[in-house]
């Protein structure tokens, strides 16, 4: 047997005390405190999104940890404040059947609690900023058990989730990530920086300026003077420019696609040859090569095999919107910086557009499926004008 996950330890220990603490207070004063803490967390998540920019030169993990603390301390209170009015009206009932009932209700209503505990509590650890506690809980037998039987997470966690997640990254799932696909073998070193050494010309790399910081990624030519990249490098900037051998030429987003997580740029003074997407969508078992500039540092060719392809419902760039990708599971190393990069396959051709790395498993990429990001990207060549550049998302 393997380690034992120590949050599925805490459901267990969580579950036995709730049902405990159940028969001993009764339903009443159970229902009335879960309403009471219902509406102090709804005042808190109406309240949060207008305080939390003070917090923004405060680090991410202080900043979800004085978050957090805020609004665990308002559930308290309005919890405490429901469930003295419960016990007075437990009490009243007595010791009789009723009473007994009572108890019996209390069980069933602490078991209910420690379940929507698990399910709303998994959600937010689960795409928070701390990444080992984040990967427990993606591997958590007690919350994926939970989060096959209970609706994907509620706006609450959601908008919790935008207040905490300061990386400007999409959310590639809703709720828990999909458990990555066996392992698959990759192809050796030598082969992809074969593979990659004939698209490398045609990737530069990107650097966006706006929003009071600058974000680093990767681009490649899809058409004569034309990139694409991820929406999420660019969005919100007023200066973009791309970078290949020591030469930089100034960008311009033609297309925006926020949901897709997508971005057209023109770049006049760009000459290097378009790469060409694949005509199909590579299946498990493809090989090739991914091509960035991981922390916006030099091009780097890593082996990529593609290990399973879906669709996955997660968020679009802003986080506000759910949105379904059709999306490649890679067994790649995926970086930030790398974000934006092609799938180069072994003829040469664009199997994929890297767009986020796993929570789960540090050696698992994710990529938007050829198709889907052309027919976005097709209708938009030729096209010169800016388009507007976005919210920020910091």
Known sequence: LGPVNPLDLLAIVMLVLAVVLGVRSGALPQLLGLMGAAVAALTGLAVLPAVTPILDSVPAAIRAVIVLSVLLGLVGVGEAFGATFGRAASKALGDGLLGTLDRVGGALVGAAQAILILWLAGGVIASGPFPNLAALAQRSSALRAVDSFLPPPTEIVLELGRILDDSGLPDVFIGLEQLPAPDINLPSDALAREIGARAAPSVLRVVADG??????????????????????????????????????????????????????????????????????????????????????????????????????????????SRVTRRILELRSRVRPGDSGGPLVLQNGSVGGVVFAESKVDPTVGYALSPQQVWQRIAPAIGRTAAVAPGPCLR
């Open 211 to 320: 929003c009071d910081q600058r974000s680093s990624g990767t681009s490649f030519v899809v058409a004569p003077k034309y990139l694409v990249t991820n929406a999420h490098v660019v969005v919100g900037a007023d200066s973009i420019i791309v970078q290949t051998s020591g030469n930089s030429y100034k960008a311009t987003p033609v297309l925006l696609d926020t949901e897709l997580d997508i971005a057209l740029l023109y770049a006049a003074g760009v000459k290097a040859p378009p790469l060409t997407f694949s005509s199909t969508e590579p299946g498990r078992g493809a090989i090739g090569a991914g091509i960035g500039y991981p922390g916006g540092g030099n091009e780097t060719v890593v082996p990529a095999t593609v290990a399973a392809v879906y669709y996955a419902q997660g968020l679009d760039v802003t986080g506000k």
